[in-house]
């Protein structure tokens, strides 16, 4: 930011693609990424988020990662006095994965300062790349826990040590500031470190195995920017040898960590959410650079089985709080649900890369419904505090629990942080999914006002669009500068989307429903104008008969957004757990000014609230209880990811029906 406050833009684009994700030529994907310079978002939604991640957001994580000890415990593995900091979860137990959160916010510093120049934000990552290099040791190792905590007792605990976990984490980072700031400081400190664990456990060595997947998909991304491929073996070894039993048991069993059958051949999700998320990440970067088609179609059964049984409303996953496991299939309490923010920010980095590999807009549409509703809802309007479990309801007499993972409101920080600098990296790449490219031309995935600059042929198309999405269902795509052959310009029609129309210039209206992509094929020149209108009226959806949790309800959506009830929107003393609404309430889309969000939609329909009495000794009965007394009012709705951002503890997704329709509601 400069002194007036605003942020800068860097001025010409980078030839290069500025992006987490970069196959290499001989990749075998359909798509290509464009990056973070070519892809930009001016205005609406997510440019207020994006401001607020800058302004606020990175800041508040240099603050609490100074607070919570994390950059300490790289002074003291350079040899400062005193004692390791942080972390302690609810058992009094260190966290070992503690430089991960550093590592992580130095990854979301990168993408951001590559896109927004900022001399203050710049100061402080530079103090803390500066504490990382001077913590390695001379042999490449790398790790404060074990260097302050544990000394000697490096690569003995690959269960639960999480040490190429943090390695992967440390890579990322180290990939941000390469291709985003052409600085390789902490490259060449990543560098280093794989190579030590590359000596120790590479192929032919030590079959260890971490218990935390994340480094594989790191180690092709390192791959990807050095060239060298003893990083892409290194991480098809790492691969290959998950599911063979040798993390043992644990706590939770081998399938906690994903230990209980290989990658190539298990058929469905399992275990640790945030696990799962990572392991497929790297296990379809590994298919893609190697060709490993069979590789790849595991990870698509996988998460085929996933979204058809395991995923909720919202995109997030992981019903089970002692193992933040994904659980059992339709196994989605809507109260119980811990939707962690990692793995939803997983399940888009994972569909993301399968969007690449196949080009198939499904994906498209996940990571939309994913970003939209389960990420978003981890970070409050202020910037500053953060959901670790995003659950569908929270009971209005519930007790408020202010520590921990399952925390009523948002908090400032947690003991384990993973969740705030995974938004905020989540963030400071997300123009990244607007648009790719492949040998045909350009394909716009998500919608958001700005610009999408695309190579096709020997030359640059520049797209500019215009829309308030997802808020209404116009977008207005510009082209600005073109080449001189035909290419083809696809628009993805988003899976909710039952009546898209696109019209190009005079010709004749095309009309495409969901899912899918229209693909529009010409030669295209300056100041063509393609106008895409998706309808987007609020719909009524019900679950699965077998979501046992939330038979008997309805959720309301429009375009993308799931939308929730608060008590916040019912009259004093009214609680979400008494509402009931018709099968298929009339609702009216309400547009309005939400503090510190901007433009926004609420839907207003409306509800019986009940007047339940007291306890009466015994919640079940043999026959149906008399209706209790009700009064008709009209409730809010408003966009699940706002939720808790007002007074109020109660909220729920699911609305359970009434089956007396007549009285009016
Ligand atoms: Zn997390």
């Not at 990420?375 to 921990?404: K, T």
């Not at 209206?509 to 300056?526: F, I, K, N, Y």
């Not at 008709?632 to 503890?649: C, D, K, M, Q, S």
Request: proline residues 6%.
């Amino acid at each position: 930011m400069n002194s007036t406050g605003r942020i800068e833009e860097k001025g010409e684009p980078d030839r290069a693609v500025v992006a987490p994700v970069v196959p290499t030529p001989g990749a075998a994907v359909r798509l290509r990424p464009i990056g973070l310079l070519r892809n930009k978002i001016q205005d609406g939604m997510w440019a207020t988020r994006r401001l607020v991640n800058h302004r606020v957001t990175l800041h508040h994580g240099a603050a609490q990662l100074e607070a919570a000890g994390n950059l300490f415990n790289f002074e003291l593995a350079a040899g400062a006095a005193g004692s390791y900091r942080g972390g302690n979860d609810e058992s009094g137990t260190t966290a070992p994965f503690l430089d991960s959160d550093v590592y992580k916010w130095l990854d979301a510093v990168g993408w951001e300062l590559a896109q927004s120049p900022d001399a203050e934000l710049l100061a402080k990552a530079d103090r803390a790349i500066e504490l990382v290099s001077r913590a390695q040791r001379p042999d490449g190792y790398l790790d404060t826990f074990f260097q302050v905590l544990h000394p000697g007792k490096e690569f003995t605990d690959l269960a639960w040590g999480h040490e190429m976990y943090v390695a992967g984490h440390l890579v990322q980072a180290a990939i941000a500031w390469k291709r985003g700031l052409d600085d390789e400081r902490l490259l060449r400190v990543a560098e280093r470190f794989v190579d030590r664990i590359d000596a120790e456990a590479g192929p032919g060595k030590r079959e260890l195995v971490c218990g935390h997947p994340e480094f594989e998909m790191s180690l092709v991304e390192l791959f990807r920017v050095t060239g060298q491929a003893r990083y892409l073996e290194l991480a098809r070894t790492l691969v290959e040898r998950r599911g063979h039993g040798l993390l043992g048991e644990g706590r939770f069993g081998s399938r906690y960590w994903q230990d209980h059958e290989p990658a190539r051949t298990a058929t469905k999700p399992a275990g640790h959410a945030v696990r799962q998320m990572y392991l497929d990440c790297g296990v379809v970067d590994v298919a893609t650079e190697t060709g490993d088609r069979e590789l790849l179609e595991a990870a698509v059964r996988r998460w085929e089985d996933l979204v058809s049984t395991r995923l909720y409303l919202t995109g997030s996953l992981g019903s089970h709080h002692r193992d933040e496991a994904i659980g059992d299939p339709f196994e989605l309490p809507p109260d119980r649900a811990y939707a962690e923010t990692c793995a939803s920010i997983g399940s888009v980095m994972l569909a993301w890369r399968m969007l690449l590999a196949t080009g198939e807009s499904r994906f498209a549409d996940l990571i939309e419904r994913t970003a939209f509703n389960a990420v978003m809802s981890g970070l409050a309007f202020d910037g500053s505090h953060f959901f670790y479990s995003n659950p569908l309801m929270r009971r209005s007499c519930g007790a408020e629990v202010l520590e921990g993972a399952a925390t009523t409101r948002r908090a400032a920080w947690f003991p384990v942080s993973c969740c705030p600098p995974n938004l905020m990296r989540f963030l400071a790449c997300w123009p990244d999914m607007i648009g790719t490219v492949d040998d045909g031309g350009v394909q716009i995935h998500q919608f958001a006002t700005g610009s999408v600059e695309a190579p096709v042929g020997d030359g640059l198309v520049g797209l500019s669009m215009e829309t308030s999405y997802p808020w209404e269902g116009t977008v207005a795509i510009t082209v600005e500068h073109s080449v001189a052959e035909p290419w083809t310009l696809s628009i993805r029609v988003p899976g909710w989307c039952s009546h898209m129309v696109a019209t190009v210039g005079g010709a004749e209206p095309l009309v495409a429903s969901g899912p899918g992509s229209l693909v529009l094929e010409r030669t295209w020149r300056a100041g063509d104008r393609v106008l895409v209108n998706m309808e987007m009226a609020a719909r009524t959806t019900l679950p699965d008969p077998r979501i046992d949790a939330v038979r008997g309800t309805i959720a309301l959506e429009r375009g993308p957004l799931v939308y929730a009830v608060e008590d916040a929107d019912l009259p004093a003393g009214g609680s979400v757990e008494a509402l009931e609404v018709a099968e298929s309430p009339r609702m009216e889309v309400v547009a309005e000014n939400a503090p510190g969000l901007g433009e926004t939609r609420s839907l207003a329909l409306d509800a019986r609230l009940r007047r339940d009495d007291e306890p009466s000794g015994w919640p079940y009965r043999g026959s149906p209880a008399a209706a209790a007394p009700a009064t008709t009012i009209e409730i809010r709705a408003v966009p699940y990811f706002a939720w808790g951002n007002r007074a109020g503890l109660g909220m729920r997704v699911w609305l359970p029906t009434t089956k007396t329709p007549d009285d009016g509601c």
